[in-house]
């Protein structure tokens, strides 16, 4: 992807009024600290599948999983996926330090 499609997608702005730090582009969630720095994604939704898309600039690490569920993800009452997301972050990022 040239930079410049990549600078457009982005340029992002707050969808909180009350916080600045979760920032939402085109397509794209930025959120510009978390507990391996920024992280830029998107999770997704159909019918009995959730899935989850996250970028690691810091680490130049992708993570992308999708699971073939949404009973309670849909609705947000688990907070499985964030458990997902965080735990398999955790798992690769924390593997690549060694190297």
Do not use: K
Not at 18 to 45: E, K, N, Q, S
């Amino acid at each position: 992807m040239s930079d410049s499609y990549l600078d457009e997608i982005l340029n992002s702005i707050p969808i909180n009024p009350d916080t600045d730090d979760i920032l939402y582009g085109a397509g794209v969630a930025v959120y510009r600290t978390g507990p391996f720095g920024p992280v830029c994604g998107h999770g997704g939704w159909i019918p009995g599948y959730s899935s989850s898309l996250r970028y690691y600039p810091d680490y130049r690490i992708a993570i992308a999983f999708q699971i073939n569920t949404d009973i309670g993800i849909v609705d947000d009452t688990t907070p499985v996926m964030r458990e997902m997301e965080a735990r398999l972050a955790e798992i690769v990022i924390s593997s690549t330090r060694g190297l």
